[in-house]
């Protein structure tokens, strides 16, 4: 049986695909207690592409970086369901972490990361408002455009 988050998803056209394993020395979540933290998640969409590449700012559109923050998102999500086998179980989205790669001279790295938040929002309704950092960076992994981590609290 599908479940209400799940078929929050659907209803918005989300599918969830397997998540990418981690790349280094880490790995992709750690629950302590009720807390889970996924790590970052990069803008890849799910055939391993990016969904976008460079910096915002310099090349690449407000509008380009808040559908790259949704993409990092729905990996967290997804993570988030490998992790817990039911996304129902979460009880509440306690903080996002943004990464916005950025021309120096760029400041709307909260805009862009609206699109991880709105999503979270969007599929978990008030459990969704969480905490959040946005901070601009000189580059992320495969000069991605965003990365996003989040700390879940789950049952």
């Given at each position: 049986?599908?479940?209400?988050?799940?078929?929050?998803?659907?209803?918005?056209?989300?599918?969830?695909?397997?998540?990418?394993?981690?790349?280094?020395?880490?790995?992709?979540?750690?629950?302590?207690?009720?807390?889970?933290?996924?790590?970052?998640?990069?803008?890849?969409?799910?055939?391993?592409?990016?969904?976008?590449?460079?910096?915002?700012?310099?090349?690449?559109?407000?509008?380009?970086?808040?559908?790259?923050?949704?993409?990092?998102?729905?990996?967290?999500?997804?993570?988030?369901?490998?992790?817990?086998?039911?996304?129902?179980?979460?009880?509440?989205?306690?903080?996002?972490?943004?990464?916005?790669?950025?021309?120096?001279?760029?400041?709307?790295?909260?805009?862009?990361?609206?699109?991880?938040?709105?999503l979270m929002v969007?599929?978990?309704?008030?459990?969704?408002?969480?905490?959040?950092?946005?901070?601009?960076?000189?580059?992320?992994?495969?000069?991605?455009?965003?990365?996003?981590?989040?700390?879940?609290?789950?049952?």
């Amino acid at each position: 049986m599908v479940g209400t988050i799940e078929q929050k998803l659907a209803s918005l056209g989300i599918t969830l695909h397997t998540p990418r394993s981690p790349v280094a020395n880490y790995v992709p979540f750690v629950r302590t207690g009720n807390l889970l933290t996924v790590s970052g998640q990069v803008c890849y969409a799910p055939d391993g592409t990016l969904i976008a590449k460079g910096k915002l700012g310099a090349g690449l559109t407000l509008e380009q970086g808040a559908a790259a923050a949704r993409g990092c998102a729905i990996n967290l999500l997804a993570q988030l369901k490998v992790a817990t086998g039911d996304l129902d179980r979460v009880m509440r989205v306690v903080r996002l972490g943004g990464f916005i790669n950025s021309a120096p001279d760029f400041l709307d790295g909260p805009k862009v990361m609206n699109g991880a938040s709105d999503l979270m929002v969007d599929v978990f309704g008030d459990k969704g408002r969480h905490a959040r950092t946005t901070v601009g960076v000189a580059s992320l992994p495969s000069d991605a455009a965003v990365e996003v981590d989040g700390m879940f609290e789950i049952i």
